[in-house]
């Protein structure tokens, strides 16, 4: 099945930087889109950005463009989520995710098209 695990969050103040990470392990995940999702106290999980198979394609929620940057590493088996100029709304548990079809061209932005999960890992900006 493969597991995903994620780390680097930790508590930040308002325009720092964080970088989270994502290890696989189990399995190569070199073949799926991965993805980030965060959930905040109190909503619902949202989508944060993706990246193809290959990592020619990546996709942002609004609210993060020009500020994240999703890369990955399959030689390693490693997704990364740096996060810039970090803000008060960016507080949430941030989950990585892998896409539950390989091979795919334009990567999936919604949690409906990912089948493997990580168990979280907490950020938290202060104002």
């Known amino acids: 099945q493969g597991q995903l695990v994620e780390s680097g969050g930790g508590l930040v103040q308002a325009g720092g930087s964080l970088r989270l990470s994502c290890a696989a392990s189990?399995?190569?995940?070199?073949?799926?889109?991965m993805g980030w999702f965060r959930q905040a106290p109190g909503k619902e999980r949202e989508f944060v950005a993706t990246?193809?198979?290959?990592?020619?394609?990546?996709y942002y929620t609004d609210s993060v463009k020009g500020r994240f940057t999703i890369s990955r590493d399959n030689a390693k088996n490693m997704v990364y989520l740096q996060m810039n100029s970090l803000k008060p709304e960016d507080t949430a548990v941030y989950y990585c995710?892998?896409?539950?079809?390989?091979?795919?061209?334009?990567?999936?932005?919604?949690?409906?098209?990912?089948?493997?999960w990580g168990q979280g890992t907490q950020v938290t900006v202060s104002s």
């Open positions: 995710a892998a896409s539950k079809e390989a091979f795919v061209v334009v990567p999936s932005t919604t949690a409906a098209g990912f089948g493997s």
């Open positions: 189990g399995r190569t995940f070199s073949s799926n889109t």
């Open positions: 990246i193809s198979w290959r990592g020619r394609n990546t």
